[in-house]
């Protein structure tokens, strides 16, 4: 048994002053969105190159406002991965429009844009990217395929802010970019999201979507010309993200770090001898928000993760796993999508996890998760 404390797979680190300023905001007679809102997305805005930012209360129904704005609906079809958090998905289904999923590049763990090609059809009209752990996919193919055939392209880009493709941020550059700040992000509001749109037109649309349709005019105009909901942002989490977000470039640093640091302790015969796979050594595109391993399957017939997770808890390190292949979830099996059709996504969703990695980890944690990775797999 380790005496050392329970390391966790994921934790957020909020500091001092963010406290405070959540105090602030509580004391100061004004709660759900006002001032801080409007500023967090000015200072979003301007990290994304001056592209206009709307925030809204998660990186859910950020996705779903950003289909409807792209006017995604009944009889459209829209590509994305199988590899993702099912909400990916669920938006697609939630603006009443077809999911068709695509299989992933085995190293990337991303989409395949070849097979996202293969994929279109004369319904197709949107295809929804994931950064699998920040990890981009290659921007310039991917927009070379949107534009020549005339599709949307919403990114998926929950997992990552602070990530680049070559020389600009993920979210700078592309069509409709959503990002969330639920509590396991690299930075977080508690919950919330938001979306860098392409102009102002899109940016007043996303504002009637996350409140009801309305548009205020005057001292007391009031119209509704679209069916909104309810999904704006409160000041409370604009404080929280506000404080978090003032770190994005030493958060970024700071993972950067600790996932060379992974790969200097796991050394280059890691793979070959313990048969599993490391993620792509890149330090410059991702912002490393997981760090992932791909299990290998274990010759005595028992489940690979499951076991692989309760003898690393036993050790003192928590693992999680990101995700379940969403096609083989009831929902979406129910809708004739079964085993075998996109065999790299199972293979890859039934043995992939994810290694401790958050803001407040030393060098130290992640010589421990890897002694005990090592330890773990030795054992099989
Ligand atoms: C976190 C996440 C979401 C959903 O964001 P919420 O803020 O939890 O609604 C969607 N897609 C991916 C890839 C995510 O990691």
Not at 20 to 47: C, H, M, N
Not at 312 to 321: S, T
Request: charged residues 20%; negative net charge.
């Amino acid at each position: 048994m380790s005496s050392l404390p329970f390391l966790p797979f994921s934790k957020p680190s909020i500091d001092e002053a963010t406290i405070a300023a959540v105090g602030d905001v509580l004391r100061s007679g004004w709660i759900t969105s006002g001032p801080k809102v409007q500023a967090f997305e000015a200072q979003l805005s301007e990290y994304f190159g001056g592209r206009p930012v709307r925030t809204f209360n998660s990186g859910t129904c950020t996705m779903e406002i950003a289909l409807r704005i792209a006017g995604i609906g009944p009889g459209d079809e829209v590509i994305t991965t199988p590899i993702s958090w099912v909400a990916t998905a669920n938006v697609i289904l939630e603006v009443g429009a077809t999911p068709v999923f695509a299989d992933i590049d085995p190293v990337t763990r991303n989409i395949d844009l070849a097979k996202v090609e293969a994929a279109i059809t004369a319904r197709t009209k949107a295809i929804i990217p994931v950064y699998l752990s920040g990890l981009p996919v290659d921007m310039d193919a991917l927009y070379a395929l949107a534009d020549k055939h005339h599709l949307r392209v919403v990114e998926d880009a929950a997992q990552a802010l602070g990530s680049n493709w070559q020389d600009q941020r993920i979210g700078a550059r592309g069509d409709l970019v959503s990002f969330s700040f639920q509590a396991n992000k690299n930075i977080t509001s508690s919950e919330g999201g938001c979306l860098v749109l392409n102009n102002e037109d899109e940016a007043r649309l996303a504002e009637k979507y996350r409140l009801q349709g309305v548009t205020r005019s005057g001292f007391d105009g009031l119209d509704v010309d679209v069916l909104g909901g309810k999904f704006n942002m409160t000041d409370i989490a604009a404080a929280i993200g506000l404080g978090q977000f003032a770190h994005i470039e030493a958060i970024t640093a700071h993972r950067r770090e600790l996932a060379k640091h992974y790969f200097a302790c796991f050394g280059p015969d890691f793979e070959a001898t313990y048969g599993a796979q490391l993620p792509v050594a890149d330090f410059t595109n991702t912002n490393w928000h997981l760090f992932q391993l791909v299990l290998p399957e274990r010759k005595d017939g028992q489940p690979a993760r499951a076991t692989f997770m309760k003898e690393m808890q036993a050790l003192g390190v928590g693992v999680g796993y990101h995700y379940p292949p969403i096609h083989l979830l009831s929902l979406y099996r129910a809708r004739g999508f079964t085993e075998g059709m996109l065999p790299i996504a199972e293979r890859v969703g039934r043995l992939i996890v994810s290694l401790p990695m958050f803001t407040a980890m030393t060098k130290a944690d992640v010589e421990r998760s890897v002694a005990a990775v090592k330890a773990v797999l030795n054992a099989v």
